[in-house]
């Protein structure tokens, strides 16, 4: 197995003996605070990602079971690796701990699909901020109807999460939010044209986002985002500059190859 000095250097693209020296501290306890799925708005405390399974997300209706994903295609091998394969726990979500997820939480995402880009303090003292909330949500609209929907407050740990963590990295790029909310006729003209999309899909519970973060090999964002250990992660390899996305929601935890 490649050294972590390899992986970095060759698969991500960062040099420098000084990024190895980033702690990563054991895992601490953590404290799950759950939401109340009646209430109208997403309720304020949220926990660390990782924590209990049975938090009931906020501001989304209760979740309905998680229908089952297309099967894999035929991969092939991620681009940028080589005959290197990723350390198993090189960026591993549970070695955070309780500090990190105390901090103020500032989420940095672009939507390539409209151009918008918006960076935002959501989250501070324990509880959402709600104006910001209300904006992101916007941003993870339905591109092609233009539809809001409530997106479920634990989706936004591990976005935010993510891109915290990879930062510590030297990896400081704005989230590109490839795909969020989805209505079902928009979802419904994704499957028509052949594009991966499930008949039950997260997205259109605002329980779901497929997402790309430039300088970071897609598989090794999956295994991030995976360690999280918040829900369903989909990798889905393709081929050019921009390389494939991944997918991730707050379903059950599941991975699947598309």
Not at 88 to 112: G, S
Not at 122 to 142: K, M, N, P, T, V
Not at 228 to 239: I, S
């Amino acid at each position: 197995m490649a050294s972590r000095r390899d992986f970095l250097q060759q698969g991500l693209g960062l040099a420098g003996a000084s990024l190895l020296s980033v702690p990563l501290i054991g895992c601490a306890s953590r404290t799950t605070v759950q939401h109340t799925a009646a209430a109208p708005k997403p309720a304020a405390h949220a926990a660390a990602p990782g924590a209990a399974a049975a938090a009931t997300p906020g501001a989304v209706a209760q979740a309905k079971p998680a229908a089952s994903m297309p099967r894999a295609s035929a991969q092939s091998a991620p681009s940028g690796f080589g005959e290197l394969e990723p350390p198993p726990d090189i960026f591993d979500a549970q070695a955070l701990d309780l500090e990190f997820w105390l901090k103020p939480r500032t989420i940095d995402v672009i939507r390539p699909a409209s151009g918008e880009r918006a960076k935002l303090l959501y989250w501070r003292d324990g509880e959402i901020i709600e104006s910001a909330y209300q904006d992101l949500c916007h941003l993870l609209r339905d591109v092609n109807g233009k539809e809001t929907a409530l997106i479920d407050p634990k989706l936004f740990e591990t976005l935010w999460g993510t891109q915290a963590f990879v930062a510590r990295y030297g990896i400081d790029t704005p989230l590109e939010i490839l795909s969020g909310y989805r209505t079902p006729a928009s979802n419904q003209k994704l499957r028509e044209a052949g594009v991966p999309a499930a008949r039950q899909s997260l997205h259109m519970e605002g329980r779901a986002a497929d997402i790309r973060l430039a300088n970071l090999n897609s598989e090794v964002l999956g295994g991030l985002v995976k360690s999280f250990r918040q829900g369903g992660v989909g990798f889905y390899y393709r081929a050019g500059a921009r390389g494939g996305w991944i997918h991730a929601d707050t379903g059950l935890k599941r991975t699947w190859k598309g």
